[in-house]
Nanobody, 126 residues
Framework: QVQLVESGGGLVQTGGSLRLSCAASGRTFNSYVMAWFRQSPGKEREFVTS????????YYTDSVKGRFTISRDNAKNMVYLQMNSLKPEDTAVYYC???????????????????WGQGTQVTVSS
């Protein structure tokens, strides 16, 4: 069982930056793929980025490439999302997710993830 708690959301102007954090419980954190998803009102939850168990593999959706960076610290059971050059269209609730998997397959569907945090709101003003 893994419990996830996000923090770091807030209100920022266009072009600004935010760093989201996700604290995970559980002794097997380093065997989980970790990901960030986001959801805006009226829209489906969408994949943003994921990082494999070792941190060596990272995958980003096209709209955030070059602006967002995912990282993890397995010693601290933490995952981070550094978001730069934020745009109004990045406004959403951001969710941290975990999937027990060690391999090369990249999961981008919410249904493929086993554990979820409660979400943190990110609002980018124009």
């Amino acid at each position: 069982q893994v419990q996830l708690v996000e923090s770091g959301g807030g209100l920022v102007q266009t072009g600004g930056s935010l760093r989201l954090s996700c604290a995970a419980s559980g002794r097997t954190f380093n065997s989980y793929v970790m990901a960030w998803f986001r959801q805006s009102p009226g829209k489906e939850r969408e994949f943003v980025t994921s990082i494999n168990w070792s941190g060596s593999g990272k995958y980003y959706t096209d709209s955030v490439k070059g602006r967002f960076t995912i990282s993890r610290d397995n010693a601290k059971n933490m995952v981070y999302l550094q978001m730069n050059s934020l745009k109004p269209e990045d406004t959403a609730v951001y969710y941290c997710a975990a999937r027990s998997y060690i391999g090369t397959y990249v999961a981008v569907s919410p249904h493929e993830y086993d554990y979820w945090g409660q979400g943190t709101q990110v609002t980018v003003s124009s």
